[in-house]
C-alpha cells in the first residue's frame, strides 16, 4: 500500500515538474521576444493618422498611426514584463512592484484616452497607491525579520526609544 501511494506521489510530482518546466519554457520565450515585439510599431503607418484594414479603420490624433504604436509598444512592453515579474517573484517585496505597474497602466490609460499631458499626472494618482503600498511592504519585512531574528516586542520597543543620528536611522532600515 505505501509503494502504492509512493508510487502516486512521485507521478504527481513529476507532472508538476514537467508543467513548471514547460510553463517556464513558455515565458522565456515570451520574455526573450519582447525586444521583436517593441519593435512591431515599425509596421504600422508612418505618414498618415489613419490606417485602415479589412476588419477595422484607425483614427489617431497623434502625429501618425506609428507614433501611436511606439508610444503603445512602450508601455505595454515594460508593463507585460513587469506583469510577470510580479506573478512569477517568491520573494516577500514583491508587492512594491505593484508601483511601477500602476505607473504604466496609468500613462497606458491616457495614451489609450489621446491624452496631452503624457507622463505627467500619472503621479498624482500613483500617491495614495505608493502611501498605502510602502509602509505595507514595511511592515511585512518587519514581520518577517521579527520572525528570523526571534526579537520580542519589548525588544523592539527599546530599540525604537534610543536616540539615534538619521544615519543611524538609515543604516536600521537595511540590516
Wanted: aromatic residues 16%; glycine residues 4%.
Amino acid at each position: 500500500m505505501d509503494k502504492q501511494n509512493n508510487k502516486l506521489h512521485h507521478q504527481t510530482s513529476q507532472d508538476r515538474g514537467k508543467y513548471s518546466l514547460v510553463h517556464g519554457g513558455i515565458i522565456v520565450v515570451i520574455i526573450a521576444s519582447t525586444p521583436l515585439l517593441f519593435y512591431i510599431y515599425e509596421d504600422f503607418p508612418a505618414n498618415s493618422q489613419v490606417w485602415e484594414t479589412f476588419l477595422f479603420t484607425l483614427e489617431t490624433n497623434y502625429a501618425s498611426v506609428s507614433h501611436l504604436a511606439w508610444y503603445l509598444t512602450g508601455k505595454v512592453i515594460p508593463l507585460f514584463l513587469l506583469l510577470i515579474w510580479f506573478f512569477t517573484c517568491k520573494h516577500w517585496w514583491h508587492w512594491i512592484i505593484l508601483a511601477p505597474i500602476a505607473m504604466y497602466a496609468f500613462q497606458l490609460w491616457g495614451i489609450i484616452n489621446e491624452s496631452n499631458q503624457l507622463d505627467e499626472v500619472e503621479l498624482i494618482y500613483i500617491l495614495p497607491l505608493l502611501m498605502i503600498l510602502t509602509p505595507a511592504v514595511y511592515v511585512i519585512r518587519a514581520k518577517l525579520f521579527d520572525k528570523v531574528r526571534g526579537d520580542d516586542l519589548k525588544s523592539f520597543e527599546e530599540e525604537l526609544g534610543q536616540k539615534r543620528s538619521t544615519w543611524q536611522q538609515i543604516k536600521d532600515l537595511f540590516r
